[in-house]
Nanobody
Framework: QVQLVESGGGLVQPGGSLRLSCSAS????????MGWYRQAPGNQRELVAR???????NYADSVKGRFTISRDNAQKMMYLQMNSLKSEDTAVYYC???????????????WGQGTQVTVSS
């Protein structure tokens, strides 16, 4: 089974920085579009940023200018550099990706389990 695993979450103070990583399992042959989503308690899951295989990016207005999404296709990794963090950024952050699995002929969408980001003083 394909697995996407997020890491790098934690507790930071307002104005601080954090870098999230998303790692795909070895069974993943290729990854097309990828993105970061977040969900705070009682809220809907929302798009934070997305990035195509070619590097085209899109950001939610709330994080534009503060967050930077990137990827390493060779390593099958995705990152989210979060700067100038605010309390409103507190949420569980999820990795999402369209992947082609080993021995499969179809692209499928997968979610990671999420990593908690808490911004508080």
């Amino acid at each position: 089974q394909v697995q996407l695993v997020e890491s790098g979450g934690g507790l930071v103070q307002p104005g601080g920085s954090l870098r999230l990583s998303c790692s795909a399992s070895r069974s993943v042959v290729s990854i097309n579009d990828m993105g970061w989503y977040r969900q705070a308690p009682g809220n809907q899951r929302e798009l934070v940023a997305r990035i195509t295989r070619g590097g085209y990016t899109n950001y939610a207005d709330s994080v534009k200018g503060r967050f930077t999404i990137s990827r390493d296709n060779a390593q099958k990794m995705m990152y989210l550099q979060m700067n100038s963090l605010k309390s409103e950024d507190t949420a569980v952050y999820y990795c999402n990706a369209d992947v082609l699995e080993y021995l499969s002929t179809a692209w499928r969408n997968y979610w990671g389990q999420g990593t908690q980001v808490t911004v508080s003083s």
